[in-house]
């Protein structure tokens, strides 16, 4: 990808094929071992979104008809196919052109039947009518040679019970945190299907808005997501990412007129997104159920995609989130334990009610990735580097600011960091040492600081501080309460206590698997079946939750308010 995008800029105007692996690569479709730039990664999703369509068929068998079909636009170059009802109701093949134009031209020539109602929208995503009869395709489907269609596992994540049976008959607990990784990212199709969401609302709008841009963040794209986890997307109306703008060597004198600002910042940015939410509501489809969080710190539209299945959150004004994706995903190239690990940790906290998919008064699993990486920035040898060696190593290149002066300046190029870890630690090693730290871990006193890699002065009674990376007079964990704080400090230590005895002796665990039907390893922390555990009493107490004390740090409301919280502002 980066190669392409070198000879892209050595060339402009020529076009450079790409073939993304299938959905075995890792969860962001680069290739494990070269550290990709998230700049490219991101434009290069991007670029494939524009070359993809997105197609209801009646089942997996139309296929080749589809293919010779479609082919007259253009040369296919990839397929996937999944389906979202158990019963195989609804199918879906998304194509991707070798080409932007010819997706476009296949997207131009879509048509409406006289028995729809609706108002026409143009859009990636079609269906396939039945052929009439009359005029049959002019090559038969099996004369045409097609591709294969590549994703045969959709778009559904794993099932609890196949998860546990692969851990069961790993050979160590290192290959369960592996086997657990690489059976629940999200694959490639599930990052194409996000980039296809966040291009339909760019094009809905590029009419008078031609340079406004849809881009994904946080878990989607940061290496961190897990199958079906929720399309994080901020909508960008300035002309470029990031401040490359200052390389411009003549500014323009022809300057747009501008509609004069009726209110302030906010409530213009709340009152823009009200109409976009109606956009979205009135015409564009697959959108369903839109709701407007407007109140809250980030106001946010949350929508469900019916085509897509999948739970987004649109932002106007997160750029410190995308940014802040950016560093996790650099963090996740950085070494190719940090991936596995977090998730298995993310996993853990869900398996004993730690986290719930709806926000509150717990910790999100953007701080318990934070809680990672400090940890692995802390240790004697360090896996990570703080991000403060990271903000020294920048150039003019890196310079980022967002619109509300939030510094988002850091090295972006991984190999001028030139950071190399000497340490060897097992992943099973670093699980139990986590659990160990965070054990012993003086959160009354001590804030969590990856700026500095190590820990300071706690500023506030917060319960648990971590300090917000991107904005660092804020905490990134303000929502969790001393009790969940409490709670995290038991789970820790239990986790530690069932793994101790099991790491130390993990040579000759499992050896020759003689009893896969025995709970072992990680299955040790995933003992509770998957699900959200009901809080006793005295922690949870029916109360009204005010949205915007909930998300003052940028985190988006996700999800319906869990049993007992009523959301007064939503
Ligand atoms: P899941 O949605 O739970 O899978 O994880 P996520 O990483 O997507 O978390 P979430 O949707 O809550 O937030 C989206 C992204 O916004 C995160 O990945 C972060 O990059 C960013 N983010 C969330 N909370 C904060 C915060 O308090 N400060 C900053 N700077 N960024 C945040
Ligand atoms: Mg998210």
Same mark, same amino acid.
């Given at each position: 990808?980066c190669? /392409?995008?070198?000879? %892209?800029?050595?060339?402009?105007?020529?076009?450079?094929?790409?073939?993304?692996r299938?959905?075995?690569t890792?969860?962001?479709?680069?290739l494990?071992?070269?550290k990709?730039?998230y700049?490219?990664?991101?434009?290069?999703?991007?670029?494939?979104?524009?070359c993809?369509?997105?197609?209801q068929v009646?089942?997996?068998?139309?296929?080749p008809?589809?293919?010779? +079909?479609?082919?007259?636009? @253009?040369?296919?170059?990839?397929?996937h196919?999944y389906?979202?009802r158990?019963?195989?109701?609804l199918?879906?093949i998304?194509?991707e052109?070798?080409?932007e134009e010819?997706?476009?031209?296949a997207i131009?020539?879509?048509?409406?039947?006289?028995? /729809?109602s609706?108002t026409?929208?143009?859009s990636?995503?079609?269906?396939f009518?039945?052929?009439?009869?009359?005029k049959?395709e002019?090559?038969s489907s099996?004369?045409?040679?097609h591709?294969?269609?590549?994703?045969?596992?959709?778009?559904r994540?794993i099932?609890?019970?196949n998860?546990?049976s !692969?851990l069961r008959k790993?050979?160590?607990?290192d290959?369960?945190i592996v086997?657990l990784?690489?059976n629940?990212?999200?694959?490639?199709?599930?990052?194409?299907?996000?980039?296809?969401?966040?291009l339909q609302?760019q094009?809905s709008?590029s $009419?008078?808005?031609?340079?406004?841009?849809?881009?994904?963040?946080g878990?989607?794209?940061?290496?961190?997501?897990?199958?079906?986890?929720d399309?994080?997307?901020?909508l960008r109306?300035? #002309?470029? %990412?990031?401040a490359?703008?200052h390389?411009?060597?003549?500014p323009?004198?022809?300057?747009?007129?501008?509609k004069?600002?009726?209110?302030?910042?906010?409530s213009q940015?709340?009152?823009?997104?009200?109409?976009i939410?109606?956009?979205?509501?009135l015409?564009?489809?697959g959108?369903?159920h839109?709701r407007?969080i407007?109140?809250?710190?980030v106001?946010?539209i949350?929508?469900h995609h019916?085509?897509?299945?999948l739970?987004v959150?649109?932002?106007m004004?997160?750029?410190?989130?995308?940014y802040?994706?950016?560093?996790l995903?650099m963090f @996740?190239e950085?070494?190719?334990?940090v991936?596995?690990l977090?998730?298995?940790?993310?996993?853990?906290a869900? &398996?004993?009610?730690?986290?719930n998919p709806?926000?509150?008064?717990w910790?999100s699993?953007?701080?318990?990735s934070c809680?990672?990486?400090?940890?692995?920035?802390q240790?004697?040898?360090?896996?990570?580097?703080?991000?403060?060696?990271?903000v020294?190593?920048?150039?003019?290149?890196d310079f980022r600011?967002?619109?509300?002066?939030?510094?988002c300046?850091?090295?972006?190029? !991984?190999e %001028?960091?030139?950071?190399q &870890?000497?340490?060897t630690?097992?992943?099973s090693?670093?699980l139990?040492?986590?659990?160990e =730290?965070y054990s012993? =871990?003086?959160f009354?006193n001590?804030a969590?600081?990856?700026?500095?890699?190590r &820990?300071?002065a #706690?500023?506030?009674?917060?319960?648990?501080?971590?300090?917000n990376?991107?904005?660092q007079?804020l905490n990134?964990?303000?929502?969790v309460?001393?009790?969940?704080?409490?709670?995290l %400090?038991?789970e820790v230590r239990?986790a530690?206590?069932l793994l101790e &005895?099991?790491?130390?002796?993990?040579?000759?665990?499992?050896?020759?698997?003689?009893?896969?039907?025995?709970?072992w390893?990680?299955?040790?922390?995933? #003992?509770?079946p998957?699900?959200?555990i009901?809080?006793?009493?005295?922690?949870?107490k029916?109360r009204m939750?005010?949205?915007?004390?909930?998300?003052?740090?940028?985190?988006?409301?996700?999800?319906?308010?869990?049993? $007992?919280?009523? +959301?007064?502002n939503p």
């Amino acid at each position: 990808i980066c190669l /392409m995008r070198r000879l %892209r800029n050595l060339h402009p105007g020529r076009k450079f094929g790409l073939k993304l692996r299938s959905s075995s690569t890792s969860a962001t479709g680069t290739l494990p071992e070269t550290k990709c730039n998230y700049e490219d990664f991101i434009d290069n999703r991007q670029q494939q979104a524009k070359c993809s369509i997105l197609v209801q068929v009646s089942s997996e068998r139309s296929y080749p008809e589809l293919y010779n +079909y479609c082919s007259r636009f @253009g040369s296919i170059v990839n397929a996937h196919h999944y389906c979202l009802r158990h019963d195989d109701e609804l199918n879906y093949i998304l194509l991707e052109y070798a080409r932007e134009e010819e997706a476009s031209a296949a997207i131009d020539a879509g048509g409406v039947t006289d028995e /729809m109602s609706g108002t026409p929208v143009r859009s990636p995503f079609l269906w396939f009518r039945a052929s009439t009869g009359k005029k049959k395709e002019s090559i038969s489907s099996s004369t045409m040679p097609h591709p294969g269609l590549l994703s045969i596992d959709g778009c559904r994540p794993i099932g609890q019970e196949n998860l546990l049976s !692969l851990l069961r008959k790993a050979e160590n607990i290192d290959r369960q945190i592996v086997e657990l990784h690489q059976n629940s990212q999200l694959n490639d199709l599930g990052v194409r299907m996000r980039f296809l969401a966040a291009l339909q609302i760019q094009q809905s709008i590029s $009419g008078m808005f031609p340079s406004a841009q849809a881009v994904p963040f946080g878990s989607s794209v940061n290496g961190f997501g897990k199958m079906g986890c929720d399309l994080d997307l901020i909508l960008r109306f300035d #002309k470029e %990412r990031g401040a490359k703008n200052h390389q411009q060597t003549e500014p323009s004198r022809l300057i747009y007129h501008l509609k004069e600002n009726l209110s302030n910042g906010r409530s213009q940015t709340q009152r823009q997104m009200e109409s976009i939410g109606d956009l979205l509501h009135l015409f564009l489809p697959g959108v369903c159920h839109v709701r407007r969080i407007l109140q809250a710190r980030v106001p946010i539209i949350k929508y469900h995609h019916e085509h897509l299945n999948l739970e987004v959150d649109l932002s106007m004004s997160n750029l410190s989130g995308f940014y802040m994706s950016e560093l996790l995903y650099m963090f @996740g190239e950085l070494d190719t334990r940090v991936r596995p690990l977090t998730f298995t940790i993310r996993r853990w906290a869900q &398996s004993c009610g730690l986290t719930n998919p709806s926000p509150g008064r717990w910790i999100s699993n953007f701080s318990l990735s934070c809680l990672v990486i400090f940890f692995l920035q802390q240790l004697r040898q360090p896996i990570l580097p703080s991000i403060g060696s990271l903000v020294k190593a920048a150039d003019a290149d890196d310079f980022r600011v967002t619109e509300d002066g939030i510094n988002c300046t850091f090295v972006r190029d !991984l190999e %001028r960091l030139n950071f190399q &870890s000497r340490n060897t630690s097992k992943l099973s090693e670093l699980l139990l040492q986590f659990f160990e =730290f965070y054990s012993q =871990f003086d959160f009354h006193n001590r804030a969590i600081s990856l700026n500095e890699a190590r &820990s300071l002065a #706690k500023p506030d009674h917060s319960a648990i501080y971590i300090v917000n990376p991107l904005e660092q007079l804020l905490n990134v964990s303000k929502n969790v309460s001393l009790e969940e704080c409490e709670r995290l %400090r038991i789970e820790v230590r239990n986790a530690a206590w069932l793994l101790e &005895s099991e790491v130390e002796n993990s040579s000759s665990v499992k050896e020759g698997n003689e009893h896969p039907e025995t709970i072992w390893g990680l299955l040790n922390l995933f #003992k509770h079946p998957e699900k959200t555990i009901v809080r006793p009493n005295m922690f949870f107490k029916p109360r009204m939750v005010e949205v915007s004390d909930l998300f003052e740090n940028g985190m988006s409301p996700t999800g319906t308010p869990p049993a $007992g919280v009523t +959301y007064k502002n939503p």
